[in-house]
């Protein structure tokens, strides 16, 4: 059974570079393109890893971050960060939302997928 990993970002273009990458390293993807369409994907879908940006449209990344920690049938799920945020204080607070990691964009593939079996292991 392969992985499946939910990416939540409003860039149609990330989007599409994260199922490439993903689908390329064998990964099941399911797509959102901010937050509160991130907490309605989960409802329908059981990822094993989510990756979500910061910086979206109706509800930004720590949002969608506090939504899925708020629900059980989700709590244990790891959740990257991919951002172009480096601050660190936004680390801290995603940290402390829930988050389990933090890439910085843009991305290594190769990373990407690497990080993703970590977490998800």
Do not use: C, Y
Request: proline residues 5%; aromatic residues 4%.
């Amino acid at each position: 059974m392969s992985l499946t990993v939910l990416t939540v970002d409003d860039s149609r273009t990330m989007r599409d570079m994260l199922m490439l990458a993903l689908k390329d390293a064998g990964f099941d993807v399911v797509q959102a393109v901010d937050g509160v369409h991130g907490l309605e994907v989960l409802d329908q879908s059981s990822p094993q890893v989510i990756i979500t940006d910061i910086n979206m449209p109706r509800m930004d990344g720590f949002g969608f971050i506090e939504g899925v920690r708020r629900d059980n049938r989700h709590r244990g799920v790891p959740i990257l960060v991919l951002t172009t945020e480096s601050d660190p204080s936004k680390k801290d607070r995603a940290r402390q939302a829930g988050a389990t990691g933090w890439i910085v964009k843009p991305f290594s593939p190769a990373k990407l997928v690497e990080a993703i079996r970590r977490v998800a292991a």
